[in-house]
């Protein structure tokens, strides 16, 4: 099984930036995605965005706006998120997840989960 360890967390002034970090180990398949979600207080979890671990190319849902970036170190197994010019309502607990098969944009299909980072924006 995928084991995966979300970290980065923490409060941020609204304005800043901040990099969160995914690090999977145990996988046992080639194709595959991860991606980004996030749940807010009160919200139902949504989609941020992901990457084909294959080919590096990546997907974001529309609201990011260009200020979240998604990248990888594929020989630490990792997964980051950047997201600039921080908002309130960026407030959220973020997940990373995995899912088989490599195109990212198919939110449903993840299904291994890490145990999410708190991101708390001040403003």
């Known amino acids: 099984q995928v084991q995966l360890v979300e970290s980065g967390g923490g409060l941020v002034q609204a304005g800043g930036s901040l990099t969160l970090s995914c690090a999977a180990s145990g996988r046992t398949f080639s194709n595959y995605a991860m991606g980004w979600f996030r749940q807010a207080p009160g919200k139902e979890r949504e989609f941020v965005g992901g990457i084909d671990w294959n080919s590096g190319d990546t997907y974001y849902a529309r609201f990011v706006k260009g200020r979240f970036t998604i990248s990888r170190d594929n020989a630490k197994s990792t997964m980051y998120l950047q997201i600039d010019s921080l908002k309130a309502e960026d407030t959220a607990v973020y997940y990373c997840?995995?899912?088989?098969?490599?195109?990212?944009?198919?939110?449903?299909?993840?299904?291994?989960w890490g145990q999410g980072t708190q991101v708390t924006v001040s403003s």
């Open positions: 997840a995995t899912k088989r098969g490599s195109i990212p944009n198919i939110p449903q299909a993840y299904d291994y």
